[in-house]
Each structure stands twice: as C-alpha cells, then as structure tokens.
C-alpha cells in the first residue's frame, strides 16, 4: 500500500532534490539563464514547457490533488496558464517543497472525512474514476508521485538539451 508518508519522503528526499540540482544547472534565477528556455521553438509540432513553467505546473499538481482532492481545501488553479509561467523559479521550488511537507496531513484529512473532493483543474477523468471505485487515497498519491517524478524526467531532459546546445548560463 502506498503511504503519504512514503510519498513525503520520496519526493522530499529524492525527487525535489533533482528538481532543485536540475534548475541550478540552467542557472536558476540569475540573470542570463535557460530557466524560461523552452528546448523547441514556439509554435513547434512538439511543444515544450521551459524548467519554471514545469516547477510552476508541479505546484498546481499537487494543490490540485493533495490541498483540493486530499485535504478539502479551496483551490483556484488555472492549468493551462501553468505552462505560460515566466516568474522566479525560487520560490516555486519554495512552495513546491512546502505543498509536499502537506501531503501526509492532507491524506489524514480525507480518511478523516471518508471522501475525496474533487481535484481542480485537472485533465483526467475524475468522475470515471469514482464510478469505478479507483479513486481513492493511496490512487491520489501514487498519482501525485508518478505526475512528480514524470515532470522531474520531463525537465532533466530540457536541461540537457539546452546545455548541449552550447548555450550556457
């Protein structure tokens, strides 16, 4: 069985470390960088999303699905703007971590309540889940880590793209 506190501590201990170390080396924040880079051009056949705008959208994943499915909480969220995000990288990493350390309490709220609320602004069929009896706390997490860890590989590969073209920060 998947455990929030499993969860906690793998994206805590393993995947918001890579995240962290792979913003870094596109030089994060500084003047110059390739945080706001996307490794296509717009317009491309095979869109990309730049390393903030991946960070960015991982905060939405998880106060989608932790703070709004999870803990109940009232969350405003406008998935498809994620991906537009042209702000500091900083301090989303800072919020993406504090979402995570939410997690095990969230995960206690929705047993507590004995349901899930329904997650915002998401692209997957909610509803289909519930009449198929899959939604569930631990479906939640292990959703959540999966969607965590695809986007942490997602962005390692646009920053080795980017460095490989030669354009360091």
Do not use: K
Not at 130 to 141: D, H, K, N
Request: with cysteine.
């Amino acid at each position: 069985m998947v455990t929030a506190d499993a969860v906690h501590r793998i994206l805590a201990d393993q995947v918001l470390p890579t995240l962290r170390a792979a913003v870094a080396d596109l030089g994060g924040d500084g003047p110059g960088t390739l945080v706001h880079t996307r490794p296509t051009a717009d317009g491309s056949a095979w869109p990309t999303n730049s390393a903030a705008a991946t960070v960015h959208h991982l905060c939405g994943v998880v106060a989608s699905w932790g703070a709004a499915c999870l803990g109940g909480e009232d969350i405003t969220r406008d998935r498809d703007a994620e991906f537009d995000y042209s702000g500091p990288v900083g301090p989303e990493l800072d919020r993406l971590a504090a979402l995570v350390d939410r997690l095990p309490a969230w995960a206690a709220a929705a047993d507590a309540r004995g349901d899930l609320a329904h997650p915002t602004g998401t692209a997957f069929d909610v509803d289909a889940a519930r009449r198929a009896g899959t939604l569930t706390v631990e479906w939640v997490l292990g959703h959540i880590l999966h969607d965590l860890a695809t986007h942490t590989g997602h962005l390692e590969l646009s920053r080795d793209v980017l460095l490989d073209r030669g354009r360091r920060p």
